[in-house]
């Protein structure tokens, strides 16, 4: 067989095999990831706002009322794809979103005060 022939057998194999993996995300920069069911709280270490809900929780003993995940964002790069991608979910920006940021399986809320007042109606505290 002519040399030309199989390097071009070769090259459309190759250009082939990059095309799927192009398709199936080996290339992206973001992993998919599943997202958890229940209650997700995303935080990131040393957030001020983020200490607000923490202290809210501690003080209520809420992690025996409700029952949530608690994921650290901002020092974790799974948790962050994992949060990628319950704001698209969202249909929210990924430049409107920060932490203390909550996500129940249908609704996300961000920032303390929402989050403080979901967290409330959860245990049924007034």
Do not use: R
Request: aromatic residues 12%.
């Amino acid at each position: 067989m002519d040399k030309k022939i199989i390097l071009t057998i070769i090259a459309i194999i190759l250009a082939g095999g990059l095309f799927w993996a192009w398709q199936s995300g080996v290339f992206s920069s973001t992993k998919p990831f599943s997202i958890p069911g229940g209650i997700i709280l995303f935080y990131g270490e040393d957030c001020p706002h983020c200490k607000n809900v923490e202290d809210f929780i501690f003080q209520n003993n809420l992690k025996e009322k409700v029952i949530f995940k608690e994921l650290e964002v901002w020092h974790n790069k799974d948790n962050q794809n994992i949060l990628v991608q319950v704001v698209q979910k969202c249909n929210i920006k990924t430049n409107e979103v920060g932490v203390p940021f909550l996500y129940d399986g249908a609704n996300c809320y961000i920032g303390d005060k929402d989050i403080i007042n979901f967290l409330k109606n959860e245990a049924g505290i007034q």
